[in-house]
């Protein structure tokens, strides 16, 4: 595997997925822990193994079905990802959002990204769905950069702006489209964390003092890549569970929890981004 990639490695990707599908996909989706349900919702679909793809992460967590699905979603052409790979997995940050950069050389324009996070914002609830306004990239500011590398100008430029990731256009439609259906639809900061491990009651509180509202192990390098390469992008958090309040005792945290709270909030997250596809 090389250690940065080149556009001849972004093409044979894309020349791979090309060969088997019959339309051009406008608009890409990543699916996080437990909300894969949504793409069996796709209709006249090609369903392609992330393995028979070249240079693509095969993700190893449950939960990940590690397929890309290409067909359409309510009148839009869309290639959704059925689970992602992690840099917790041994993958590095370039091999993660790989797929992003595929989907940039096959044309899309727009990305939705959801994922399952954990509640730090003591409002929330379990099963509510959080609009991405904002993110602090925490294992970006350690040197974890998605970026790190040499710059492929062809997308973007070497120091991109980063003050208005999350579409403001976008964002107005998904809150159309959860009141339509009567979703709970919460808006907040998310913190990306390297993970495995979930988080000590310490570093819970500390991510509270800096802003942070979820906490979760994935989307911001998607995310960071496909505004280096002018995507527009709606992220969307599924929140598994919301940590204890102060001085309660420490509730014990799983991934068997986040597969479980999927169920709850496949549906919402079903019902919103259909909402969104609509108005698009």
Known sequence: MPKFFSHSHFRAATTAIQE???IQPQIGLI???GLSPLADAIEESVAIPYGEIPHFPVSTVKGHSGRLIVGQLEGQSVATMQGRAHYYEGYSMTEITFPVRVMQTMGIKTLIVTNAAGGL?????????MLIIDHIN???????????????EDFGPRFPDMSGVYDAHLRAIAKRAADEAQAPLREGVYICLSGP???????????RLIGADAVGMSTVPEVIVAQH?????LALSGISNVT??????PAKATHEEVLEAGQILAPRLEAIIRGVLKRL
């Open 20 to 22: 088997r599908i019959q």
């Open 138 to 152: 925490m294992i970006g500011m350690g040197g974890l950069n998605p970026l790190r590398g040499p710059n492929l």
């Open 229 to 233: 390469g002018g995507l527009r992008v």
């Open 31 to 33: 699916l996080g822990s």
């Open 121 to 129: 914002n003591l409002e929330f609830q379990k099963g509510d769905v």
């Open 197 to 207: 491990n979930f988080e000590t009651p310490a570093e819970l509180r500390f991510l």
């Open 244 to 249: 204890a309040v102060e001085n309660a005792p």
